[in-house]
């Protein structure tokens, strides 16, 4: 099997992207009317699900373990769920406003598209490293932290505390 190259999974993309584009036209005009304006939010969220499908399905043809048919199920899935949890939070969103507390109410599907950028790239992180790629998000945070505590001490923690040396050679008799 050839390996995959980027060309050939955007040319993969755009081939699936046009498929049905009738339907997908009446559905994204219908989540429109339901959701409104389109945020930056939205449109990250976006980009990070159409890199995920990429290195996704990257990752698969490297591992050898790639299937259309099992791509198309698990992101009809996957998109099939954030439909309805969005569509869900959308609703909480609006009942949320028809109370006396409505304090928040604006944030719940922003709060929940943010979630869901996180959640994609996580999933992109993971990709990458199936393919290979060394992706260090966020550092070690006990590393990060003796790092900053040696650089503020000055010295090297080896398990003792700086100056007990001083401290063992005043208790010893005789000095």
């Not at 995920?52 to 490297?62: E, H, P, Q, V």
């Not at 409505?102 to 929940?112: K, L």
Request: charged share 20%; net charge neutral.
């Amino acid at each position: 099997m050839k390996p995959l190259t980027f060309f050939d999974a955007a040319v993969a993309l755009v081939g699936n992207v046009t498929e049905g584009w009738t339907w997908k036209t009446v559905l994204s005009g219908i989540l429109l009317a339901v959701f409104g304006p389109i945020t930056p939010i939205h449109v990250s969220f976006l980009i990070l699900l159409i890199l995920d499908l990429i290195t996704g399905i990257a990752a698969s043809r490297k591992e050898g373990t790639y299937s259309s048919h099992t791509g198309k199920v698990k992101s009809i899935t996957k998109l099939s769920g954030y439909a309805v949890a969005l569509i869900l939070a959308y609703q909480l969103e609006v009942s949320i406003k028809a109370t006396p507390f409505q304090a928040g109410a604006d944030y719940t599907v922003g709060i929940f598209l943010l979630y869901l950028v996180f959640t994609e790239a996580k999933s992109i992180v993971e990709n990458l490293r199936r393919l290979g790629m060394q992706v260090v998000l966020f550092p070690n945070p006990q590393q990060a932290f003796d790092e900053l505590k040696e650089a503020s001490s000055g010295t090297k923690d080896t398990g003792t505390k700086k100056g007990a040396q001083d401290t063992d050679e005043q208790d010893q008799p005789g000095a």
